[in-house]
């Protein structure tokens, strides 16, 4: 089983509102925090040291080289990271396809891949796994809870090696929700932009039956034909 104590270092790619929550929820977890955007490290320092006390403002290369690293940046722009920084690191992908935000792009929107085995795709040397996404942003901000707490959040996780979800597991346990498990990357499709769960903010209980209840759901029904009736 996959612990804490394995765990010592956080990069965290993105310093915007999602970027700086996760790093102050890995602070709090203590964590060894480095935070990365695409301005060089000392025209962030500032705006990052206020933000998440005791974090370290370093490049895209550097905070690469963390235990895991967390990307937090808008989705329609990861092709922009270089692959090979993070060549064999465990990535979590916190990005969601917001077309506001990234505009129309057909690429990200496709039914029959969950935009994670996009990323994998372009990472093809890393080991991806979906989680800390799907939650608000306010959630991340505020509603970290103690293991136990009645109250506290489910976040749903999705990889490919039980071993890195494992891992990614204890990362989300350690910043303060309830780790659920939803299977493999292609997975990720049911806690994407447009499902029941994205943005429920709901206990792990309630995030499971969400969860199960994707494939009754319009957005399921999309994706199952799209996928030839077959599911992941
Ligand atoms: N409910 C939610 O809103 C929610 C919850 C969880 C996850 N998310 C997802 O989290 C991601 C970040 O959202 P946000 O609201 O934090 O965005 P944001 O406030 O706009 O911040 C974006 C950050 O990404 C950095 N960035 C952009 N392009 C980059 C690149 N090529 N290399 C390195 N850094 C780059 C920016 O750095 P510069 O300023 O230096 O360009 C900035 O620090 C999105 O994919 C979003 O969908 C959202």
Known sequence: MTTTADLSSLGVIGAGRIGRAIAVLG?????????????????????????????????????????????????????????????????????????????????????????????????????????????????????????GDPDRLGMAIAGDDAGDVAAVGALVDALGFDPVVAGALAEGVRFEPGTELFGADAGAGEAREMLARFWQSQRGRVVSRARGGSRP
């Open 27 to 147: 602070r709090a977890a203590g964590l060894d925090v480095r935070v990365a955007a695409s301005r060089p490290p000392e025209q962030i320092r500032a705006e990052v040291e206020a933000a998440v006390l005791g974090a370290q403002a370093v490049s895209v290369d550097e905070a690469a080289r963390a235990d895991i690293v967390v990307l937090a940046i808008p989705m329609g722009r990861f092709r922009q990271l270089p692959a090979e920084a993070l060549q064999g690191a465990l990535v979590v992908d916190a990005m969601n396809y917001w077309w506001e935000l990234d505009g129309a792009r057909p690429d990200l929107d496709d039914p029959t891949t969950s935009t994670s085995e996009i990323v994998q795709a372009h990472f093809a040397g890393s080991r991806v796994v979906k989680a800390l996404g799907h939650v608000s942003g306010y959630a991340l901000e505020e509603l970290a809870r103690p293991a």
